[in-house]
């Protein structure tokens, strides 16, 4: 019975993805070639394809105009003798969304600026900076520093984020008549429900240029205010030097949305055919997403680093095949999390001749390439390791094993396990970070002592005026390291513990000092 081959050797003139691992040989295109110019590999027959030599046209979907909304600074309410009254109604309730009062009077108080009636800002591709500032953050930043006894604190936090982020004209005028028929307006739904509206219209934050102008003059329309019950001032000194760290945000364009990007991501339609939206700027989906369910999973978890670091991992390649598969496809995903099953019935199927085309999965579907295809990365995630320049500073060995990398090509990365040695969390750390013993705040009785004595008047690193030589405390303290009771430092390591020891020693001088007031209250 005649049988196929399975494999071929080719000859490679260029390379165009040097990255991409051979299965026969268990190495890159890049190890392979060595640096000649030309080279033969045994290859899989069913791997191999015919270029075109045309090139691939790209096309990009353009980003649409932004039709932002009319920009204004709001002002606080003014409020007459029958609306207080009102007010005065619900003064005990806890509700600080529903305030209709307070909607109407923003729409009416308002401070036109330069271009107030609404633009349309068209892409662009000049970016004032790379950086971007997180709009809660910039919010927070003023109203931390704001009396929580002052009547108008939260007024002002609601009047700030609505000055900062305008809506989308158009998705503003879809919702609009929407909530129409079902008897209800835009400012009651914002006030009754804003997670659903923010959900289908987009918020813009206009350009630097008018931005500044209207948070300049949304500044000093309420810093003044005095409050009705304590008399202060809204703005306090500090309050007014975080604006201006606001207003230097914004001129340095860190604040406004980058033209040549967009910040929302459709997700689909709702039943009454309004677009929905994914907003992808701020920290919030990181915050929500990522830091309280990690906090879930170790709160009653006595890990150890090595088991940590793979929850960890574990965690973020399940949340990326979630949110790609959603993002990306527009589907949640419903399968497995172990594509490295997929890969290899890939590469089994591939080298059978098949009469009627298999059932392949729907996880590969959404793959345009199989990112086991190619050689891992470099970039190290989870525990990190120090910098070459910074071991040898501080006088740290290496590592003995200084393979970091795991063996994709290897077929046995299910197999991978912890090492197992429940008591000894030192030597996965000295692992992860490359260095011979492991790099740790202090924490051991050796540790305590060990620094004391050093710190302490007559010690080597005593200092009656200004902080210890720490750059040269660490080195001397490398070569005390045994990785049993003392183990490696880093500077930022003693700097912050000299603080703590700082205060106990101070506390304990003025217990000292205060004994002979004590001593006739003490029994």
Request: aromatic fraction near 10%; include cysteine; hydrophobic fraction near 35%.
């Amino acid at each position: 019975m005649f049988q196929q081959p399975k494999h071929a050797l080719i000859q490679i003139d260029t390379i165009l993805a040097p990255n991409c691992a051979i299965p026969h040989c268990c190495q890159s295109l890049k190890n392979i070639q060595n640096g000649e110019g030309s080279f033969k590999v045994v290859v899989s027959i069913s791997s191999l394809r015919t270029r075109s030599d045309k090139k691939p046209i790209t096309i990009t979907e353009p980003l649409e105009p932004r039709n932002i909304g009319t920009i204004k600074a709001i002002q606080p309410p003014s409020l007459s003798t029958e609306d207080i009254e009102d007010w005065g109604i619900n003064i005990e309730s806890d509700d600080e969304d529903e305030d209709p009062i307070f909607e109407r009077n923003i729409e009416e108080n308002f401070c036109p600026v330069e271009r107030s009636s609404g633009f349309t800002q068209q892409p662009s591709d000049i970016l004032p900076s790379r950086i971007l500032a997180d709009v809660f953050h910039e919010i927070d930043k003023v109203c931390r520093t704001i009396s929580k006894k002052h009547t108008l604190c939260r007024k002002f936090a609601t009047a700030f984020s609505d000055t900062l982020l305008v809506p989308d004209e158009n998705d503003k005028k879809a919702v609009s008549e929407i909530l129409e028929k079902k008897n209800t307006n835009f400012n009651k739904m914002q006030s009754k429900s804003p997670a659903w509206l923010w959900k289908r219209v987009r918020r813009y934050i206009p350009e630097k240029g008018i931005l500044e102008l209207v948070l300049t003059e949304f500044f000093k329309s309420w810093g003044h205010i005095k409050c009705s019950v304590t008399g202060q001032k809204l703005f306090s000194a500090e309050t007014w030097k975080k604006t201006q760290g606001v207003l230097h945000d914004v001129r340095k364009g860190w604040l406004s949305d980058p033209g040549s990007i967009s910040v929302y991501i459709k997700e689909g339609m709702d039943k009454d055919g309004l677009q929905l939206y994914h907003c992808i700027c701020g920290t919030n989906s990181v915050e929500g997403a990522i830091h309280n369910p990690i906090r879930r999973s170790f709160a009653s978890l006595n890990a150890s680093p090595e088991l940590a670091d793979a929850l960890i991992a574990d965690f973020c390649h399940r949340h990326k095949t979630d949110t790609g598969s959603f993002h990306k496809a527009g589907v949640r995903y419903a399968g497995h999390y172990d594509p490295w099953l997929d890969h290899e019935i890939s590469k089994l199927r591939a080298d059978i001749s098949w009469t009627v085309s298999p059932i392949v999965s729907s996880s590969r579907l959404l793959q345009d390439t199989d990112p086991l295809d190619f050689a891992p990365t470099r970039e190290r995630f989870g525990i990190a390791a120090i910098p070459p320049m910074t071991r040898i500073s501080n006088e740290f060995f290496a590592h003995p094993n200084t393979n970091l990398q795991v063996d994709f090509t290897s077929n046995k990365l299910w197999l991978s396990k912890l090492i197992g040695k429940q008591k000894d969390n030192y030597a996965f750390l000295a692992f992860a970070q490359q260095t011979k013993y492991a790099v740790i705040p202090l924490h051991t009785v050796d540790e305590f002592n060990l620094f004391h004595s050093a710190v302490s008047p007559g010690g080597e690193y005593a200092s009656a005026h200004g902080l210890p030589n720490f750059d040269q405390m660490v080195q001397w303290w490398s070569e005390k390291a045994n990785g049993k009771t003392i183990f490696y430092k880093l500077r930022e390591h003693l700097t912050a513990h000299y603080k703590t020891w700082s205060e106990h020693r101070q506390e304990k001088q003025t217990m000292l000092a205060s004994q002979p007031q004590r001593q006739p209250h003490e029994k």
